[in-house]
């Protein structure tokens, strides 16, 4: 997509986040799948909430979503690799007091039980790039990757690229109207990392749904706006958790934490879905 293009994408953005009515056509009403893309534990949870339950562990869960749209389907995060999934013990981190993540089913199963192959994803979005959340993108590698340039450009360890070169890739300046009629709109959320990002869903029946991405991990963190020491930015992740505030205020939206396992136990998951 050329620059002209993806700055009049974000301008119609603008709108849509302005709550301007969209019309939607039948054929192009999106439907919202849950997929567990991970079940896991956190040795300890203050890592998340600096200061309160200091020592305590806490149960995670790790969510990819698909959205059908028209004959489009897009994935918003890839979850855990799916060669979790073979490993007993779980995939154990390099922290003890972070996530020990499991993984019950591969996603490339749990789109096959829709009928769908990786070949029938066509676009990718991912909400940052760390690997409970990019780890089945390359399951893609012909999807085009909606990421924002700020993760893109974000330097890895030993300053390796965050993705491989040759995968198409759309790098956004801001907020962006996947299908351009405001049904689906990325969301600029930095702070977690540099270019985070959240997705805005907007749904016949349910309603608008805000996809947090890791812009906040858990429902007690969002009621009194903790933020996790590790954010690289703590003033740009309370400004963001204010943006998605004011989405759900405007849009009488529901609000689903990634990671929040309280909450997606009271969700539908896959081979279910919202529309
Ligand atoms: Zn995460």
């Known amino acids: 997509m ?42 300890d949870v203050s890592r998340w909430s600096p200061g309160v339950n200091e020592g305590q562990s806490m149960v995670f869960v790790d969510s990819c979503y698909l959205i059908r749209h028209g004959k489009d389907w897009l994935l918003w995060d890839t979850g855990v690799s799916d060669a979790v999934a073979a490993m007993p013990d779980g995939l154990a981190p390099p922290d003890p007091r972070m996530v020990t993540w499991h993984l019950p089913r591969t996603l490339a199963s749990q789109l096959q039980d829709l009928g769908l192959s990786p070949a029938d994803i066509t676009a990718v979005a991912v909400s940052h790039t760390h690997p409970d959340h990019i780890g089945n993108v390359e399951l893609f590698p012909k999807a085009m990757l909606y990421v924002q340039k700020a993760e893109y450009d974000w330097p890895g360890a030993n300053g390796a690229p965050r993705f491989m070169p040759e995968h198409p890739v759309t790098r956004l300046e801001g907020n962006f109207d996947v ?16 270019g985070h990002q959240s997705l805005m869903v907007r749904l016949a029946t349910t309603g608008v749904v805000v996809l947090t991405g890791d812009a906040v991990h858990f429902k007690s963190n969002w009621d009194n706006r903790r933020v996790p ?21 405007k849009e009488k939206a529901q609000l689903w934490i990634n990671h929040d396992a309280a909450q997606r136990a009271t969700l539908k998951l896959s081979p279910a879905f919202y529309q």
């Open 229 to 249: 020491a590790m954010n690289v930015d703590k003033d740009q992740t309370l400004a963001s958790m204010e943006t998605l505030s004011g989405l759900l205020t």
């Open 2 to 43: 050329n620059m002209v293009k993806v700055l009049a994408a974000a301008a119609v953005a603008v709108v849509a986040l302005g709550g301007a009515g969209v019309a939607q056509s039948p054929a192009a009403a999106p439907r919202l799948y849950i997929l567990n893309c991970g079940e896991g534990t956190a040795g």
């Open 179 to 194: 299908f351009g009629d405001g049904s689906v709109v990325i969301v600029a959320t930095p702070g977690h990392t540099p």
